[in-house]
Each structure stands twice: as C-alpha cells, then as structure tokens.
C-alpha cells in the first residue's frame, strides 16, 4: 500500500476561496468575541481587548506576507487553526484575562514554529537524516520526564524549568509522527517496521508510568494509522488491538486510581457530588446553554471549577453553554474539515512519507477531539486529555500547531512556489 501512496495523483481542481474576505470575517468575529469575553468580569478588560487586537493582527501579517512574497493561495488550514485558537482565547480571557495573554503568547510561537516546520518538512532527505536524533530525543524527553516530572491533575506529567512547566509528551507527539512516517516511508522492511514498534512501546510504556492514560491511548491510535497506512493488513491491526485490549484490562485490574475513573463511567449521576461532579454539572451546563447560549461570563460552568479546569478540559462544555450548542458544532465540524483536508492532500502527496504525516497527523488531533469532548459528557472514560487549540496550556498548543504543520506540508500546493518564484 505504501508504495502505492508514493505515486502521486493530479490534485482535484478547487475553486480558490477569498482569502481576504474570509479573514475579515474571521476578524470580526473575533473582535465581537473578544470584547463581549473582556466585559464577562462586569468591567472592560484592556488586557483581553488587546490580546485579541495582537492575535488578529498577526493573523493579518502572516497571510499578507505569505500572499505577497511566497505567492500562496492556499489558507484554508491557517484560517481554520486561527479560528480555533481565537476561540479558545475568547473562552480563555472570559474566565482569566491574564492566561489569555499567557495564551497569546504561546499562539504566536506555535505559529512561528509551524511555519518553520512547513519549510523543513519540505525536504523529505532533510526528514530521513533527522528520524534518528528525533526518536533518542523523544526517548529522553520522557526519560527526564519519568526522573524529574511533577505530579499534576493525578499523573507525573510536567517539567518546571525556570519557572515555566511544560509537559513532555505533547512534543514527542510531534516526534512520534515524525519518526513513524520517516522511518516507514523509505525502506519497506520488517527491521524498519520493528524499530517503529520498539520505538512506540517505549513512548507508550513510559506515559503508562507517569499515569498519562489519555496520551497513551492518543499515541496507540495514532500507531494503528500509522500501521494501517504502511500495510493496510487489517489482521495485523486487529492483533495489535487485542494485544491492547489485554495489557489495558491488566493495569485497570491492578492499578486503582485506573480503577477509580473507570468504575463512574456511565454511572456519574449516582454520585453527583463524588466521582461524578465534573460531568454532571458540565452535562447540566450544556443543557442549560440550549441553541444559542446563555451569553460569553453569564453561564454556570465557570462557577463549579477552578479557573484552570474550566478552561482546560472542561472547555468545551464552557464553550457549550455560553456560546450554544449549535456553535458547539461548528466547533466541532471545523475538526473534521481538518481530516477531510488531511485525506485530500494525502491522495496527491508527493511520497508516502507526506501521506502518512497528513493522515496520522489528522487522526491524532480528531482523536484527541473526541476523546475530550465524549470524556466529560460521559459517552466515553474521563481521560483528561485537552481540547486540540481551544484548551488553555501551552505545551499543548505548540503541539497543535505542529501537527498541523505536518497536513500542510502534505499539500502539494504548498510547494508549486518556491522563494517567491513559481517552480516550473
């Protein structure tokens, strides 16, 4: 199957959108949110007004000076990045003008750094040569990790470094895709294929340690894409699933505090003020925002939890009952517009190398998506795992931005011009 992804297909004929007009739409939208999230406290904030003021004007930068000196027409993956992160700056700065700032900041490096990944990403010789470094690098990121990591929100997780804390698997999110399409795309043997399998344990075994369950099983889907891609055997998926299944069922037997999140699963209102008290309010929260919302500062949600947890991973249920349920949606097929375009761009990669990164890149950020949203309203397990670009914290947004980084590239588009000047 894979080499059959490394022939690649003429690119199906879309009607360029306005780029311009979409930004400005965009722009005005988030200026109508901003402000209404700046007054949620009862007084204007400054802080939140000119955060977002920043934010839409490195938007406008970004496309202007793509547009003008590289020539590309091509936004539709920024545009639906900027929108979630404006929202989640919005949710954000309605609750703590300050993080949203934090926020800010972090948004504008993942930015940069998406940017900068797009263009590295570009020489897939460049790629092969940096798997290697990148896969020890992951492995002693999590190592540190495993030696000097604080626990937070129940697992060992986070690394302060000069005061700041970072959480370690969100980047070697990016390193295992990195590593799994690199070393699977050029060589099709079975010592390659071992390496990537030696090289996920490793990463999923030590989330396991830290107690990072969500990542884990984040990391594990995104093995079976990336599996599937290169093989496209679905016996072998089913093995893997299994095996899975079985190691799963195993640490949920002899491990309590696994036991504890499993056993309110389905069961939340049987103890709304124990195990149950995030779903449940978050449950009645949506119900009470109804089509519309209740209005950005005026729901109940903010009120149960600390600032934190609201606009981590109870955001989504935040963004549910203040902006409504059918904003909620729109939240949520813009996720799925990011796979659509993922598997259009992988039909017309260039290598196989591009088709993998796009599709494993896709699935990681759609499967977090679910796992968050389905988490807290108790369709699946509480996993704790945060909402792709909307979720406060800045580990995850750098992460975010350089998955996305890996679609991109995966559009032939992206490179039909070349330092401002059209490749012939």
Known sequence: MANKLKKAKKVPHIKPINNFAMLFVLSVFQLLTGYSAAIAGGELSMKMVSSMCIYIAVEWVYVIVFYTVLHRRNFELELIAFFLTGVGLAAIGSVDPNACFKQLLIAVVGVIG????????????????????VAIGAIVLLIINLVIGKVKHGAQNWIEIGGITVQPSEFVKVAFIFVGAATLEKIQTSKNIIKFIAFSVACVGALILIKDFGTALVFFVTFLIIAFMNSGDFKTIGLAVSSAGIGGAIVIKYRSYVTDRFSAYRHVWEDVYGKGYQQTHILTGIASGGLLGM?????????????YLTTTDDVFGLICEEWGFLFAIVLVLSFAAIAVSALVNSIAARSAFYSITAVAGAGMLLFQTALNIFGITDVLPL??????????????????????????????????????????
């Open 383 to 424: 996993t704790g795992v945060t909402l792709p670009f909307v979720s406060q914290g800045g580990s995850s947004m750098l992460c975010c931005w350089a998955v996305l980084a890996f679609i991109k590239a995966s559009d032939v588009r992206t490179y039909n011009y070349l330092g401002g000047v059209k490749k012939k």
């Open 114 to 133: 998406y940017t900068v990944l797009v263009f590295i990403l570009g020489d897939v010789d460049l790629c092969m040569k940096l798997r290697l470094p």
């Open 295 to 307: 209005g950005i500062g005026k729901g109940n949600i903010r009120n149960y939890f600390q600032n």
